[in-house]
């Protein structure tokens, strides 16, 4: 009998599963609206040029290859200990805050996850709908999922009565995955009002918080999408946040990412740093150096900087005049007001009221890629396309 005969045989992941069944169609006519990557106007995803820029310098100055250290790039976790927190924070000085570079967000979700664990939490909820990899690192570490309600679906914006109805049943110590900007799958926000009402409500009930911020800058710009994490920090005087430069640098394959948190004593934040620091050795070892270092020069060099800032506006910008002609498309098509909400979404992603059935029969039928959620990744899509996308996407609606 095989070692592995007990295993069954899984299905694939839907969103890697997509891209593959995508990239092998052979039609001439085909939309991409699945994986969550930003595709300028031709359809490609090119590297950002301050990203160019900064890895040519990178490699020219680099002369080992050495470990960098269970931190991995220190400089690139204070740029980001700086967006996150606030470059004057008093808790950074006092010893209150951590920060590690992980191998994407979603190493730093797992980091932050495998924390939870040590810490004696037993279930994390997540918000319904969410990123299917949130329950699936949940799961994988042996932990409960839990869901809270996070979006009316009449009124299109998040309802935080029903956030805290659904978190009222966590215990102490529960973990929370809450979203930063740009929502993944609805594109919907939370208000600042609601931000600091869920700090103060994290705090009461002793929730183990963590804020997944994949998007930095594809809302409203740099500061803006940092005001409600700062304020549900502020509020909550603890917490642990992911984030990812996969999405705002481009960096996709690097796996870019920083773990960090922040606690209401220098002791506690001591104790974490030397979980977190376990946790990475006993899983990746040591951080991988490269995508750090491109963002670590980058924000380390005004020039730069000041490039990938124009360049990000140029991609938000885009997403948002998208949104508006795809939001105007479906309203002339379904001749229905309803999906005029896109526009008041942010980031790459919103989802449409078409059932699983829809989603397959859109692929199936008509090439039309978007998984079974019926979420679509706007910043798949461009302007020449959108007329037929529109057509193509009534059909389900
Ligand atoms: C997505 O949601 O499409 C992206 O975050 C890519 C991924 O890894 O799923």
């Known amino acids: 009998m095989s070692l592995y005969a007990s295993l069954s045989t899984l299905p694939p992941d839907a969103l890697l599963g997509l891209m593959t069944a995508y990239r092998e169609d052979k039609r001439a006519e085909k939309f991409d609206l699945g994986v969550g990557v930003y595709k300028d106007e031709a359809g490609n995803t090119p590297i950002l040029s301050a990203v160019k820029k900064a ?33 004057g ?22 980091a932050g996850t495998s924390l939870m664990r040590r810490m004696g939490t037993k279930k994390v909820w997540v918000s319904k709908p969410t990123w299917p990899n949130h329950p699936n690192v949940v799961r994988s570490l042996g932990l409960v999922v839990g869901e809270y309600r996070y979006a009316d679906p009449e009124t299109g914006t998040a309802d935080r009565a029903a956030m805290i109805a659904d978190l009222s049943q966590a215990a102490p110590g529960d973990g929370v995955i809450i979203q930063g900007p740009c929502h993944n799958p609805t594109g919907i926000d939370l208000t600042l009002e609601d931000w600091r009402a869920l700090g103060a409500f994290a705090r009461e009930r002793g929730l183990a918080v963590m804020l997944d911020v994949a998007y930095h800058g594809f809302a409203g710009g740099l500061a803006d999408d940092m005001a409600g994490v700062q304020a549900f920090l502020a509020e909550a005087g603890e917490g642990m946040v992911a984030y990812s430069c996969s999405k705002n640098f ?19 934040i001591a104790a974490a740093t030397t979980h977190v620091a376990d946790i990475g050795r006993a899983t990746w070892s040591m951080p991988p150096a490269h995508g ?12 730069l900087r000041a490039e990938w800032e124009t360049e990000l506006t140029s991609m938000r910008e885009r997403m948002i005049s998208l949104r508006k002609a795809l939001a105007d498309a479906l309203v002339e098509r379904t001749g229905s007001n309803r999906l005029a909400s896109l526009t008041t979404q942010n980031g790459m992603f919103s989802q449409l009221p078409i059932t699983p059935e829809g989603a397959k029969k859109l692929r199936e039928e008509l090439g039309l890629y978007m998984p079974a959620s019926g979420r679509i990744n706007i910043a798949g899509l461009n302007m020449g396309d959108i007329p037929r996308v529109a057509e193509i996407l009534a059909t389900a609606l």
């Open 250 to 268: 481009g960096l996709y394959r690097e796996r870019a990412g920083c773990f960090m948190a922040l606690g209401e004593a220098p002791e506690g």
């Open 89 to 110: 924070a008093p808790a950074r000085t006092e010893g209150r805050t951590l920060s590690f570079t992980a191998p994407g967000g979603c190493g730093a979700l797992f």
């Open 292 to 303: 750090a270092g491109i963002v670590a020069t980058i924000l380390g060099d005004k020039a």
């Open 55 to 87: 890895e040519a310098r990178l490699i020219a100055a680099q002369d080992t290859k050495v470990y960098e250290g269970p931190r991995g790039n220190v400089d690139f976790c204070t740029h980001v200990e700086d967006f996150v927190f606030g470059a």
